[in-house]
């Protein structure tokens, strides 16, 4: 804890003299709960994702003073590369999620990856951490039923420091509820602890935790704390009168619990323990302060993770025991793609549906007919409407080994989850260097009398944002093709799926060896007189008008 104050503080100070760029939002006051928190967690299988004032837990849970100091410098040994803010940073490695700078997202993230090592054999707990002001955004509840529906040992802990910014928590809840007493709604359990005392606030985590690991559900914990030094090292607190700063400096749990060791007899070795870590400091805040920027070389090429190797598909579309079909198979657009997920769900263990009524009735469109029934509820199965914690679930799962497939009921539900999509899936390889491969299904597309709903075209929305792949197939063949090339990709990619042709035509699909093609234009037909550019849907039309005008002229 007073390394971290220290460090903080210092923080603050190279900021003042121009040395960090930026902002710094500083964790003094927060100490008493995250210390704790860090310490208590199992760092080997756990997850968290730390918010702006939990330098502590950074501190203790993965990395070197240094790593998280270059941070702060935005040098070229940060753990960003310095392409993000001060606290910006994790360590995905080590389950430790990079915050974005929207609050709440990163709940769900944790909620993932958690489901992701339990899945895999490992007694994880998660840590979603989030701030009183957080606690008003969708996400969070979003994430907190997410948790509950699928019973996910995730303790969320709100650090309650009264203020959200310059907010007051009376402006930001109703003053009839405490925060922790919202457990309640969500069916699961809920306790507030002060962690002004680092002492009572250990006690507490403790038992939470191993309750938590223990019975595989989640807790939500509000925890008392405290904001030292406003909101960032800009905030001038004017907003507070001299009354209220006073009662939040003597609300400081660190000097009382520094009394307390030092009453049992711990002078001496407090003050050994104190200039160590100090002298410690100052060598690591020179080390980082001498380390160059980076070179912005690389920045384009890094806003995708690279081109991955091919899976080594079964050449065939079927099962090896299926009944013989007569070779191709004559399948409309929607069968197609029900064959590719099929083939992927028998052939890749890692692979998991998830959406709205994608289970027993089989989506919104059939795509996912019967695909339940063969590969059961753990890799097949509905969500609750939420579709910002449910994608983010999906990107933790994709952080944790997995490739989530997620389908949305139509293309315009994503506009619930562009967050999630555009600044956090899509940012996460460029900040972190954190792999996201998952794909995210979108029927969309007009022609059934539907106006402003349901019928949007939103590729040139998603693709202005740097970091998603997207595939507009226009053939079952192309479907099928599609559906592989976006799986194996290693970036988050969008599949659109127009949905006037999901039953129009029935046409020839089999295995294709070169079906990572589709990633590339395809000459459809020859012609002297025009030039048609198109994709999806619109690629049928023009072949369409391209052959009347053949005949007609
Ligand atoms: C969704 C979202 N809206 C606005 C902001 C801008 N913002 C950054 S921190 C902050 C206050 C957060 O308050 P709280 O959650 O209580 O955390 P604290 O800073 O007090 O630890 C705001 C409004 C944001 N980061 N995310
Ligand atoms: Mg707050």
């Not at 709960?33 to 756990?46: F, G, N, Q, S, Y």
């Not at 962690?195 to 223990?214: E, F, H, I, K, M």
């Not at 944790?400 to 539900?413: L, M, S, T, V, W």
Request: proline share 6%.
């Amino acid at each position: 804890m007073f390394l971290s104050r220290t460090a903080d503080n210092r923080i603050l100070e190279l900021f003042r003299q121009g040395l960090i760029r930026g902002t710094v939002t500083g964790g003094q006051g927060n100490e008493g709960l995250i210390v704790p928190l860090a310490l208590l967690a199992d760092k080997t299988v756990d997850v968290v994702s730390f918010t702006h004032r939990d330098l502590g837990g950074h501190l203790i849970w993965s990395g070197h003073l240094c790593d998280h100091l270059n941070q702060y410098c935005a040098n070229s040994a940060s753990p960003t590369l310095a392409r993000e803010g001060n606290v910006h940073h994790g360590d995905p490695t080590h389950r430790s999620l990079p915050m974005i700078s929207h609050l709440g997202a990163m709940l769900s993230n944790v909620a993932g990856l958690t489901d992701a090592q339990r899945r895999s054999g490992l007694p994880a707990v998660g840590y979603a951490i989030f701030g009183d002001g957080g606690s008003s955004t969708g996400d969070i509840h979003e994430t907190l039923n997410l948790a509950a529906v699928l019973s996910l040992p995730v303790v969320f802990v709100i650090e309650n420091n009264g203020y959200a910014y310059s907010t007051p928590v009376a402006e930001q809840f109703s003053p009839q509820i405490e925060l922790w007493r919202r457990a309640a709604g969500y069916g699961i359990e809920g306790l507030s602890i002060d962690a002004t005392d680092p002492v009572v606030a250990a006690q507490s985590l403790a038992t939470v935790l191993s309750r938590a690991r223990a019975e595989n559900r989640p807790f939500l914990v509000e925890a008392r704390v405290s904001r030292l030094r406003g909101h960032a090292a800009y905030d001038t607190c004017d907003y507070l009168s001299a009354a209220e700063n006073a009662t939040i400096q003597a609300s400081d749990g660190l000097p009382r619990f520094r009394q307390r060791l030092f009453d049992s007899g711990h002078a001496p070795a407090l003050s050994v323990i104190e200039s160590d870590i100090s002298a410690w400091l100052e060598t690591c805040i020179q080390l980082s302060l001498n380390i160059a920027r980076p070179s912005p070389a690389s920045l384009p090429a890094d806003a995708f993770a690279p081109e991955s190797a091919p899976f080594a598909w079964q050449t065939s579309v079927s099962a090896p025991d299926a009944p013989q079909h007569p070779a191709p198979l004559q399948l409309n657009h929607a069968q197609a793609l029900n064959l590719g997920l099929a083939k992927i769900l028998r052939e890749r263990p890692e692979s998991l549906l998830l959406g709205q009524d994608i289970g027993t009735y089989g989506g919104a469109f059939k795509v996912t007919e019967g695909l339940l029934a063969a590969h059961g509820r753990a890799r097949v199965f509905n969500v609750p409407l939420a579709e910002s914690a449910c994608t983010g679930w999906a990107v933790g799962m994709a952080l944790g080994g997995y490739r989530p497939i997620e389908e949305f009921q139509f293309a315009d539900f994503a506009t619930e989850a562009v967050t999630q999509l555009t600044l956090n899936a899509a940012t996460y390889y460029f900040r972190s260097g954190a792999k996201v491969p998952a794909v995210f299904r979108l029927p969309c597309g007009g022609g059934l009398t539907f106006g402003s709903f349901h019928s949007q075209e939103l590729e040139a929305l998603f693709l202005g944002m740097p970091g998603l792949k997207a595939l507009y197939p226009s053939t079952p063949q192309d479907a099928f093709d599609a559906l592989l090339a976006a799986y194996e990709d290693d970036n988050p990619v969008l599949l659109f799926e127009h949905k006037a042709l999901y039953r129009r035509t029935k046409h020839p699909v089999a295995w294709n060896p070169a079906y990572r093609e589709v990633w590339q234009p395809r000459h459809v037909r020859p012609g002297t007189y025009a030039t048609l550019v198109t994709y999806g849907e619109m690629t049928q039309l023009a072949n369409e008008a391209a052959a009347y005008f053949e005949t007609e002229y």
